[in-house]
């Protein structure tokens, strides 16, 4: 029997969901300062609007909805579904008002596109967009890379115990210190020394590569922000092409990988256990999807002779295929190339790449690699058992950060989410087919889309369908938070409408 | 007789020319195989026919102009995309202005060679400038006050203070 949520369940979701979006409002001072520093009146007061409503919304939530009780399971994964559809319409205010999106549907688009550091793009004219406009674009996939719940977490929930329940309900099952908010805390910390290092680099290459002071800092901040959160959007509409530099590259790289790492990693290698980087099972297999998945993308780039010397296919190449792995989007070739210069077993190269993911606990969607790694461990014991005598016992480690035995339990939920997935990028396929494009495009930009890439083959324009335009902001909010809160938030719908009291 | 000279001489000089005109011509046609231009779309949809070919291209200058040595990279938008042009430097002296959110680029014509994967550049699409030539000069956007913004601003703001009085009066 499904019971009727109570008036006290939608009053504790609106007091925890106005508290998140106040916290969302407040981040919009940054771009309102950056915009007031470059001059640009217009810009500042769309957001100004955009504060206000955020605002608004939030302290009004938090009136009506006051409690002191605390967040249980089902309340927690409400809260974050919500909140990231919340952030995506408020987050899209601002950018609707700079008139370089055509409509609000596209604003949406590009706002759950950043904040689930997905990086399919809808805007016009980007490269006229203010300075203000263009630090907020970034700023959101900083933001919801690290979690828009733990910006919440960090700064504005003190020692409650919901707390890890919507930690959780972010696609975030690993806690890196006993405390959760602590968790939080640490994560803002790499994050920030990272951005200040990554600007730094990437600002002074740039300034080598002949761009101006100003601009060549801004772009390494947020190519930082994109590159770090596993985004993929960029300051221009030619993306990474625009900087025509190899050194450019290699540092975008770099920081993709760093995105791609679980932060419980990055931990570790800061109180200088280096060595787990080579004993990690999701660096293992990372290291061995990306050689496999690269191998078929070159292989497919010979068969059609797409670039000349083998140099320029390992540039290109080894650049679409990690930046789909780590579920960046950075692009150094025309979305239209993938379509008219790849081969189709170049695409199902990618495609795989980006269907697999980066870690657990970093900021990049799909399966991931534990879970990949959780799987293969499995298969490997189900096939010793068959091959050796029965009598046999047979165990399967793994390691991560410790030796872990491999247990059914944990085989049984890295298949379901592997399962959710193949069906979110089948799905997202099937109703690109419905709209006339092609078998091989449709499942590229669904992968892209369900996995928080980026990439695209050139389907994602203002001019797509606007069914189309809601399956892969769907598909970008369900692949961002890895179901287990759309599910909920859904069963909560339907106990509302069918439950009992 | 002296007519007859004349005549002859004529008509000597006249197939020099036309010798000149034809040679040229074809050295012309085999430069310049797209003297129209070709929009941004164009060239990357159909990038193999284009490859290794004379193009003229046109667009509004955006960006940076990056000064790598004798050259320098300009990336130029007709509108549909943006694709990078390798200059010589020194042709790059009469772009006043790139594009921006506060300036309007200067629209610039470029015939160069079109290589679909650069050699060069690591595979980049782009195209190499023999010439370029400014079409429309570009201008600084003055920015005006929006002024229905700045009254919705005022608007929610004192909706803002209304909430704000409200929840403090219902904590106390």
Known sequence: MILKPRLED??????????????????????????LAFGEINPVLDFLIGI??????GLILIKLCFTEKDLNWMQGMIVVSLSWLAAT???????YLSGHWKS???ACFDAMSGFATTGLVLVQDLDHLSYTHNLWRHLVMFIGGQGIVIVTLSFFVRGASGAFRMYVGEARDEKILPNVISTSRFIWLVSIVYLILGTLALGFVAMLNGMKPINAFFHGACVFMAAFDTGGFAPQSQNILYYHSLPFEIITIIIMILGAINFKLHYHLWVGNRREIFKNIETKTFFITVLITFCIVAFGLTQVNSYPKAILLFRKGFYQLISGHTGTGFMTIYSRQFINEWNQLALVGVICAMAL???????TGAIKMLRIGIIFKA????????????????????HHIKEIFVEDKQVRSALLITLAYLVLYGLGAIIGMLFGYPFINSLFESASASANVGLSCGITNVNMPATLKLTYIFQMWAGRLEFMSVFTLIGFFIAAIKGKR | MMRKVINYKLWVIGFGIFLFLTHNSSLITHNYCYAQSVSSTELINNARLYDGKVVTYEGEVIGDIMVRGEYAWINVNDGQNAIGIWIDRNLTKDIFYTGSHKFKGDWVEVAGLFQRACLQHGGDLDIHAQTIRKIRQGREIIERLNMSKRNLVFVLLGALCLVWILKQLKLK
Not at chain 1, 386 to 394: D, N, Q, S, T
């Open chain 1, 10 to 35: 939608i009053k504790i979701i609106g007091y925890y969901l106005g508290k998140i979006i106040l916290g969302l409002g407040l981040t919009m001072l940054i771009p309102i300062i950056i915009g």
């Open chain 1, 52 to 57: 206000e409503i955020a605002l608004i919304f």
């Open chain 1, 89 to 95: 319409v408020l987050g899209a205010v601002p950018l």
């Open chain 1, 104 to 106: 609000y549907l596209d």
């Open chain 1, 357 to 363: 993911g980066g870690a657990v606990c970093s900021t």
């Open chain 1, 379 to 398: 298969l490997k014991e189900d096939i010793k058992r068959i091959i050796l005598p029965e009598r046999a016992i047979v165990i399967q480690k793994f």
